[in-house]
């Protein structure tokens, strides 16, 4: 028996195709995205490019989705997909025209704006190689520089929401909390009010640690994993964060974006 073809969505787009491709990629995670295969096009710029896509979209019996700056192509593709009876969504045109009513300003028209090199792009990439620099490092010179400071123990997610904050332009540095390990005097001063504690709960943070050994190849009884080793350092961990008067977030069964969505908050 013949296996069924997974249905196709088909990505168009007058640039990369970025936008309507994280869009779609978004969606299809609500569905187990495996079930869902995409194609794109990018840079489609005249008519008969979209009557071939459309074309291809109806034999294969496909969705399009789409971002065209051009309004006349947008409309135009919007006509052909009701035409033949291709589903077809228009990502960037409904939005355009909202902001258009709201400010009263004529749209640029012109492709791939987003992706231009700019200030927000370089301060980003400043951003991220600093990130990487002062990633779990006790060090002076990080917590000066930083615009926020993480702190707290092993395996409290520190470093993956440090890179998700660089992403979003803030230079992030993270100090680990070890009962063995000085930490610096210059957290206690809390310059700039920058520094921000991360908790967690001590039984999920044991699995944590668990998974974390196994996928070493070490063994999960380590004392690193120990529920008593685990309380020890969270103990520690709280008395610097009283000390330091910083405000503690609970990362518990959250995920990287909710954590550093509450760590924008305080910056």
């Known amino acids: 028996m013949k296996l069924q073809e997974k249905p196709k969505v088909y990505v168009v787009s007058d640039s990369i195709g970025d936008t309507a491709q994280n869009v779609v990629d978004a969606a299809a ?24 896509i459309i074309e ?48 009263d300003i004529d749209p640029k028209l012109k ?36 615009d926020v400071v993480l702190v707290g123990v092993s395996r409290t997610s520190k470093t993956p929401m440090c890179i998700y904050l660089s992403y979003r332009g803030y230079k992030a540095a993270n100090v680990p909390l070890v009962p063995e390990v000085e930490e ?8 700039g009010n920058k520094i921000i504690g991360l908790t967690i709960d001590p039984l999920l943070l044991n699995e944590i640690r668990q998974e974390r050994l196994k996928a070493l190849g070490l063994s999960p009884d380590s004392q690193y994993a120990s529920v008593e080793r685990i ?4 103990e520690h961990a709280e008395k610097i964060m009283q000390k330091i008067g910083c405000p503690v977030i609970d990362v518990t069964n959250k995920s990287i974006e909710e954590s550093a969505n509450e760590v924008m908050s305080y910056i």
Not at 38 to 45: A, C, F, I, L, W
Not at 60 to 87: A, C, W, Y
Not at 111 to 125: C, E, I, M, S, T
């Open 29 to 52: 995670s609500q569905f187990n995205s495996g079930h869902i295969k995409t194609e794109r096009y990018s840079y489609v710029k005249t008519s008969r490019e979209l009557e071939n």
């Open 56 to 103: 291809r979209a109806k034999k294969d019996k496909s969705m399009i989705v789409f971002t065209l700056i051009n309004p006349q192509l947008r409309k135009e593709f919007v006509e052909l997909g009701e035409e033949h009876n291709v589903p077809i969504i228009d990502i960037m045109g409904p939005v355009m025209e909202k902001f258009q009513d709201m400010l």
């Open 111 to 146: 492709p791939g704006l987003v992706h231009r090199l700019d200030q927000n792009y370089f301060k980003r990439v400043e951003a991220m190689e600093f990130t990487v620099k002062y990633d779990d490092r006790n060090d002076d010179k990080g917590i000066r520089l930083a």
């Open 184 to 191: 610096s005097s210059l957290l206690y001063r809390n310059p």
């Open 231 to 234: 309380n020890n350092e969270l």
